[in-house]
């Protein structure tokens, strides 16, 4: 089945670095979605790419669609306390959706 | 607020024993998906629900079972419970359609096996 590498694995970041998180798959896929999850919550939906090449942004997060469809990175600018989480990208292709393990990010004040 | 109401927040059983998670999708959304999280894993799929017709299976044991009803939410079965169970259970919702896919989240129940 399809399957996606997500990196990396845990971040340690300062307070107002930016951050770099991307997941790659050997299948493409038609749409990616980015997700955060606070501890003991649901994942929450951040940005959804729907063309390859598309470069969304919502505030200081950004995210594109790899050209080859096979890929898709994630960008948080500034980083503050609150970004701390696990932010999870999903691919999907027709209604078959492929979740990635995960990135958990600290920022330290 | 996703819109999806999941029921209860909070469940304590015991070994053997068969509970029912309950889901509410977001207003107009015809698909539902389930989901396990354990103690720091990723989200593991389960299975899919489209308009009351199962569309996708996962990783469900044998011991799990689900289904949509015609109001469209959805209840998830878990019996002969073992210790192992114990995790993070999350519903989906999405609108189905062709070109809406994307999944949004309800708060999860954690369900606690003794």
């Known amino acids: 089945g399809q399957q996606l590498n997500q990196s990396p694995q845990s971040m340690f970041i300062q307070e107002g670095e930016d951050v770099s998180m991307n997941c790659t798959s050997s299948?493409?896929?038609?749409?990616w979605l980015w997700y955060k999850q606070d501890p003991g919550e649901g994942p929450v939906l951040l940005i959804a790419?729907?063309?390859?090449?598309e470069l969304t942004s919502n505030g200081r997060l950004t995210a594109q669609f790899g050209i080859t469809r096979k890929d898709s990175f994630l960008n948080i600018s500034a980083s503050i306390p609150s970004d701390v989480g696990i932010y999870f990208c999903?691919?999907?292709?027709?209604?078959?959706?492929?979740f990635g393990d995960g990135t958990t990010l600290t920022v330290k004040p | 607020d996703s819109g999806v109401t999941q029921t209860p927040k909070h469940l304590i059983t015991a070994t053997g024993q068969r509970v029912t998670l309950r889901c509410s999708p977001r207003?107009?959304?015809?698909?539902v998906y389930w989901y396990q999280q354990s103690l720091d894993q990723g989200l593991q799929f389960l299975i899919q629900?489209?308009?009351?017709?199962?569309?996708a299976k996962g990783n469900i044991l044998e011991r799990f079972s689900a289904q949509q009803f015609p109001d469209l939410h959805s209840e998830l079965n878990l019996s002969s419970l073992e210790l192992g169970d114990s995790a993070l259970y999350f519903c989906?919702?999405?609108?189905?359609?062709?070109?809406?896919?994307?999944?949004?989240f309800g708060p999860g129940t954690r369900l606690t096996v003794t």
């Open positions: 989906a919702s999405s609108p189905g359609t062709l070109g809406a896919y994307e999944q949004y």
């Open positions: 299948s493409i896929f038609n749409t």
């Open positions: 790419l729907y063309k390859a090449g």
């Open positions: 999903a691919g999907q292709l027709m209604s078959k959706s492929t």
């Open positions: 207003s107009g959304d015809l698909s």
């Open positions: 629900y489209y308009n009351g017709e199962e569309r």
